[in-house]
């Protein structure tokens, strides 16, 4: 019995993770086919990665900037836009850009959890915006989720700050990658 148990585990780490890559991969093509209505399978997935090369070489000339950074300025004047735009651009190119942030990997210690610790990565090595000098910021992927963390904090230990609320957003947001402009400095309450 405990043969048939072992090698049904085992065939479960190899079948599991294999099915759903191709899953996603296979749902990935059918949704972008299905958004260009082209009867081939495959055909949309492989148009979109020319036109996204494509618009990456015209991103590079002269004219392409221009009509790049028009577009720019014009995400960054819309209100809700402004955040969702700056915050997505700011993580792409923290991975794919010349600034890439997340290459400094750290492991941050609780002393007031047992000693407890975190993997995460160093985004920011200065923090001049907010009132905390010595910090820095580190940003704490999470396993398999896009979300956030809601804390449960003692209110004597939390600081009021006041500032510009979307631009901070923004900074959690991307992860400490974004920063605040230059107008923007919070203060304590």
Same mark, same amino acid.
């Given at each position: 019995?405990?043969?048939?148990?072992?090698?049904?585990?085992?065939?479960?780490?190899?079948?599991?993770?294999?099915?759903?890559?191709?899953?996603?991969?296979?749902?990935?093509?059918?949704?972008?086919?299905? =958004?260009?209505?082209? $009867?081939?399978? %495959?055909?949309?997935?492989?148009?979109?990665? *020319?036109?996204?090369?494509? +618009?990456? @070489? /015209?991103?590079?000339?002269?004219?392409?900037?221009?009509?790049?950074?028009?577009?720019?300025?014009?995400?960054?004047?819309?209100?809700?836009?402004?955040?969702?735009?700056?915050?997505?651009?700011?993580?792409?190119?923290?991975?794919?850009?010349?600034?890439?942030?997340?290459?400094?990997?750290? =492991?941050?210690?609780? $002393?007031?959890? %047992?000693?407890?610790?975190?993997?995460?990565? *160093?985004?920011?090595?200065? +923090?001049? @915006? /907010?009132?905390?000098?010595?910090?820095?910021?580190?940003?704490?992927?999470?396993?398999?989720?896009?979300?956030?963390?809601?804390?449960?904090?003692?209110?004597?230990?939390?600081?009021?700050?006041?500032?510009?609320?979307?631009?901070?957003?923004?900074?959690?947001?991307?992860?400490?990658?974004?920063?605040?402009?230059?107008?923007?400095?919070?203060?304590?309450?």
């Amino acid at each position: 019995m405990n043969f048939i148990i072992r090698n049904f585990l085992r065939g479960l780490l190899i079948v599991v993770p294999v099915a759903l890559t191709l899953y996603f991969l296979y749902g990935l093509f059918s949704r972008i086919d299905r =958004l260009l209505g082209l $009867p081939y399978r %495959g055909a949309g997935f492989a148009i979109t990665m *020319v036109a996204i090369t494509a +618009i990456g @070489f /015209l991103g590079s000339n002269i004219i392409g900037k221009t009509l790049f950074s028009w577009t720019e300025k014009l995400f960054i004047r819309a209100p809700f836009v402004r955040i969702v735009y700056g915050s997505i651009k700011d993580l792409l190119e923290a991975f794919v850009g010349e600034k890439k942030r997340f290459d400094k990997p750290v =492991l941050v210690s609780f $002393p007031s959890m %047992g000693g407890s610790k975190s993997l995460g990565f *160093v985004t920011r090595e200065t +923090i001049d @915006f /907010l009132p905390l000098p010595g910090h820095v910021g580190v940003y704490f992927p999470q396993s398999y989720n896009v979300a956030g963390n809601l804390l449960l904090i003692p209110s004597q230990h939390v600081q009021l700050l006041e500032g510009d609320a979307a631009q901070l957003m923004a900074f959690v947001v991307s992860g400490g990658v974004s920063v605040p402009t230059s107008a923007a400095r919070f203060i304590t309450t």
